[in-house]
């Protein structure tokens, strides 16, 4: 070996078989992703993983187990593209927080909580501030971790309504060609959110909450003259807001109301694109007290890990 070179040792990480297993993978798939990973080499001779490599690679490696043998022990099964994140939190050197730093939500066992260093840093700016911007790819759980926070608070009655919003511009479609009135023109269009509500609070509850008010999903137009007092508003899709759209519903903060503003600056459907609000606000507001910024890049999505290269691809083009 040569002098100085880190050394190359073994150590044994102690796991319960459900861990364990979850660890592994199916066909050990895991440990094979953690091993291409690190350089390192992971066997699993019974009752733990075994970790052959440069301590540092060891000490990262322990981490990313820590983290999957803590999701399987809560009851929740360990995919693929988990152990790709906790990955990725390793070499970063930023591991989320532990369950206090979940989003409540009734559903969802143990609640949501942040599968990457971003995530758990947007989920605390949104418990900090009463307006929050939540900017970057498509998914990175930036609308879905809003909502889910959204109907926390709903359902532990820190607020009265939950509202989430959307400029009415299509991805190259037109509203006025779907059938039915304007409310059933707009609720395909809504889908996204209602079925992140559905998936967070169940069907029955979220019935329930629509008939009686307390959740609304509608386009930015209908927020134009309210005082949204007591209440939760996510604005999503926002890149899609003109400038006075924007200013509109920024204003629209009542008393005991905080916001969320979430978007995607380089999927702008505008035909002018330099008419959008969001990034117009974000140079606006940046700084001003109350107001805070989180921002995700490729490495934060956590769909498939196709998403993430698409994702990437599309940023090097557009340089």
């Known amino acids: 070996m040569t002098r100085g070179a880190p050394r190359s040792e073994s150590e044994f990480v102690a796991l319960p078989d459900k861990a364990l297993r979850a660890v592994c993978g199916p066909n050990s798939r895991h440990t094979a992703l953690i091993e291409d990973a690190f350089s390192v080499l992971i066997e699993a001779p019974g009752g733990g993983i075994s970790i052959a490599g440069h301590a540092r690679d060891r000490a990262r490696v322990k981490e990313v187990i820590a983290a999957l043998a803590d999701t399987a022990t809560a ?36 609640g949501v909580g942040p599968k990457t260093a971003a995530q758990a840093a947007y989920i605390e700016l949104l418990g900090k501030y009463d307006l929050v911007f939540g900017v970057g790819p498509a998914g990175v759980g930036k609308t879905f971790l809003a909502v889910a926070h959204g109907a926390g608070l709903l359902m532990r009655g820190e607020v009265d309504r939950l509202i989430v919003t959307r400029p009415a511009v299509e991805a190259g479609e037109k509203l006025g060609f779907l059938p039915g009135d304007l409310t059933e023109k707009v609720d395909p269009y809504m889908a996204p959110v209602w079925e992140a509500l559905n998936d967070i609070m169940g069907p029955e509850q979220l019935r329930r909450r629509r008939d ?25 899709e926002a890149q899609n807001a003109s400038r006075l759209q924007m200013k509109m519903v920024l204003t629209r903060l009542g008393e005991g109301a905080r916001m ?44 498939h890990p196709l998403v993430e290269r698409i994702v990437r691809a599309y940023d090097a083009e557009a340089k």
Not at 76 to 104: D, M
Not at 215 to 226: L, N, T
Not at 273 to 282: E, F, K, Q, T, V
């Open 212 to 236: 009686k008010g307390e959740i609304e999903v509608a386009p930015i137009a209908f927020m134009r003259g309210r005082t949204l007092n007591h209440a939760y508003v996510i604005v999503d």
């Open 260 to 303: 969320v503003v979430t978007g995607d600056p380089t999927q702008i459907d505008l035909l002018n694109p330099r008419d959008s609000g969001l990034a117009h606000a974000l140079g606006l507001l940046d700084g001003v007290e109350g107001v805070a910024i989180a921002r995700f890049t490729a490495a934060d999505v956590v769909r």
């Open 75 to 110: 009851g929740e099964a360990v995919a693929e593209a988990q152990v790709r994140v906790a990955i990725a939190n390793a070499r970063s050197g930023h591991f989320p927080g532990g369950p206090a730093s979940k989003t409540p939500a009734a559903r969802r066992t143990g």
